[in-house]
T-cell receptor, first 110, second 113 residues
Framework: DAKTTQPNSMESNEEEPVHLPCNHSTISGTDYIHWYRQLPSQGPEYVIHGLTSNVNNRMASLAIAEDRKSSTLILHRATLRDAAVYYCILRDIGDYKLSFGAGTTVTVRA | NAGVTQTPKFQVLKTGQSMTLQCAQDMNHNSMYWYRQDPGMGLRLIYYSASEGTTDKGEVPNGYNVSRLNKREFSLRLESAAPSQTSVYFC????????????FGDGTRLSIL
């Protein structure tokens, strides 16, 4: 499985943007980039995913580097509810499983 | 819309006891999954079912069995529980394909004494 590298933790102030980086230098052409988050005592929650182009949805934006070796999850205005562990995961188009690493723990200050 | 429902939410077992964790989804998804999460760690795949009638091993299948009862339901069974199986268990479902997001239940917190 292609691996991802994320910072262990990040802090942000409420209502400010948060940029979460993810490196995946061994990504293959058929790997999708997925982002999930897990709030305390809850199951993981799908955030966003993409293949080559930048993606936007109601929760976040995903910026993918032109060479696809890195990506950035952008939370436009952090709220206290966004405090969670964020996982960047590569998933091959033909693969079923998600391989979770340690993720980035995001803390939001009021 | 309930999404993915897991029962029970909490359970305490003694070593050697057996138990079945239940999972049901109402999103008409083809694929279903069982993961475990140990304290401070990411999720690890136990078993998955790509479609009704099929099941396959994931990363950590030892000590577990699964049954895909129908398209909606996917159960996980511990035949002889061990303390090392103390964990939080998550069920998930998705449409088929690597680009499809998985939707998770709220988990079953299982303690084995």
């Amino acid at each position: 499985d292609a691996k991802t590298t994320q910072p262990n933790s990040m802090e942000s102030n409420e209502e400010e943007p948060v940029h979460l980086p993810c490196n995946h230098s061994t990504i293959s052409g058929t790997d999708y980039i997925h982002w999930y988050r897990q709030l305390p005592s809850q199951g993981p929650e799908y955030v966003i995913h993409g293949l080559t182009s930048n993606v936007n949805n109601r929760m976040a934006s995903l910026a993918i580097a032109e060479d696809r070796k890195s990506s950035t999850l952008i939370l436009h205005r952090a709220t206290l509810r966004d405090a969670a562990v964020y996982y960047c995961i590569l998933r091959d188009i033909g693969d079923y499983k998600l391989s979770f690493g340690a993720g980035t723990t995001v803390t939001v200050r009021a | 819309n309930a999404g993915v429902t897991q029962t029970p939410k909490f359970q305490v077992l003694k070593t050697g006891q057996s138990m079945t964790l239940q999972c049901a989804q109402d999103m008409n998804h083809n694929s279903m999954y069982w993961y475990r999460q140990d304290p401070g760690m990411g999720l690890r795949l136990i078993y998955y079912s790509a479609s009704e009638g099929t099941t396959d091993k994931g990363e950590v299948p030892n000590g577990y069995n699964v049954s895909r009862l129908n398209k909606r339901e996917f159960s996980l069974r511990l035949e002889s529980a061990a303390p090392s199986q103390t964990s939080v268990y998550f069920c998930a479902s998705s449409n088929t394909g690597g680009g499809q997001p998985q939707h998770f239940g709220d988990g079953t917190r299982l303690s084995i004494l």
